[in-house]
């Protein structure tokens, strides 16, 4: 399994999904795959749908 982790953003108000840091305000620890968020999750910032993300390719070193 790879570990590199990825950043997702939602475009429209610029909220970003760290992998290597994940969301723990939301109870989603450090290291938790963007597939492994429940569907039904949505953004903090704005209510926006996870299927409203786009992933940006970042590579964690």
């Known amino acids: ?7 997702y953003r939602y475009v429209q108000c ?3 999904y760290d992998e ?3 969301w723990p305000e939301d109870g ?3 290291g938790t795959r963007w597939d492994d968020i429940p569907d ?3 953004c903090p ?7 409203d993300f786009e ?7």
């Not at 399994?1 to 950043?7: A, G, I, Q, V």
């Not at 910032?45 to 299927?51: H, I, T, W």
């Not at 992933?55 to 070193?61: A, C, G, K, L, P």
């Open 55 to 61: 992933m940006i390719e970042v590579s964690r070193t």
């Open 14 to 16: 610029g909220f970003e």
């Open 40 to 42: 039904d999750w949505s």
């Open 45 to 51: 910032d704005c209510g926006a749908a996870k299927s």
């Open 1 to 7: 399994m790879s570990t590199d982790f990825k950043l």
């Open 28 to 30: 989603i620890a450090p």
């Open 20 to 22: 290597a840091q994940g």
